[in-house]
């Protein structure tokens, strides 16, 4: 079955630093990935659509200067926490679907927890 | 905007109970209708896709309906077990070319089926 895998599975930094997290799509391509976050005992919302190739767009109250996201090929998105604070932390889930196959629906990563002390 | 709402947030039932997690959704114009399952600390998994022209999908001791003119999905959870415990989670997928792939979430609901 389709497999959407993320790395790291968690990360703690300080405070200002740049956290780079991977979303990889293992035996399909996707030319559209998503971004989603979720805090502590709350849903997942989601932040950003990756397009393959070109700019991601963002969700409403998401800074997309913080927030950076690279789709540079059909099977790999990143999205970059830039000078990360304490409130950035939270859980960071990735997912993606198979487009010759969407009756399957949408494939999750196994998400990234990020710590920002 | 499509908003998706789960009743009851939170349920406690004893083992071999059935279970009965309700969601509703706003915008009836859904592509897919999805749930999973968190467990504590870890991503989702995938349970049930319903598409928008089926009505129910079974899945072992899992069965999801979707009433698309009412707006609502079940998910029943027949003959529970502890380690059913877990929060569940639906999802709409809207049918809108511009909202397509950007599933919107309930917010849960938290299951402990008691030994």
């Known amino acids: 079955g389709a497999v959407v895998s993320q790395h790291p599975s968690w990360v703690i930094c300080k405070s200002g630093t740049s956290v780079k997290i991977e979303c990889r799509s293992l035996?399909?391509?996707?030319?559209?990935m998503f971004w989603y976050r979720q805090f502590p005992k709350q849903s997942l919302m989601l932040m950003a659509t990756s397009n393959e190739g070109s700019k991601a767009t963002y969700e409403q109250g998401v800074e997309k200067d913080k927030f950076l996201i690279n789709h540079a090929s059909l099977t790999l998105s990143t999205l970059t926490v830039t000078s990360a604070h304490p409130e950035d932390s939270s859980f960071y889930i990735c997912?993606?679907?198979?487009?010759?196959?969407?009756?399957?629906?949408?494939?999750f990563g196994p998400g990234t927890r990020l710590t920002v002390l | 905007k499509q908003e998706v709402t789960q009743i009851p947030a939170a349920l406690s039932v004893p083992e071999g109970e059935n279970l009965v997690l309700n969601c509703s959704f706003t915008?009836?114009?859904?592509?897919?209708l999805q749930w999973f399952r968190q467990d504590p600390g870890k991503g989702l998994t995938s349970l049930l896709l319903?598409?928008?022209?089926?009505r129910e999908q079974t899945s072992g001791r899992l069965n999801a309906s979707l009433d698309k003119s009412s707006g609502r999905s079940t998910l029943y959870i027949a003959a529970s077990q502890p380690g059913d415990s877990a929060t569940y989670l639906c999802?709409?997928?809207?049918?809108?070319?511009?909202?397509?792939?950007?599933?919107?979430f309930g917010a849960g609901t938290q299951v402990v089926v008691t030994p």
């Open positions: 997912s993606a679907r198979n487009q010759h196959r969407l009756h399957l629906g949408q494939f």
């Open positions: 999802a709409a997928e809207p049918m809108t070319t511009d909202s397509w792939g950007k599933f919107q």
């Open positions: 035996d399909f391509q996707a030319t559209t």
């Open positions: 915008d009836s114009a859904i592509y897919n």
């Open positions: 319903i598409q928008s022209s089926q």
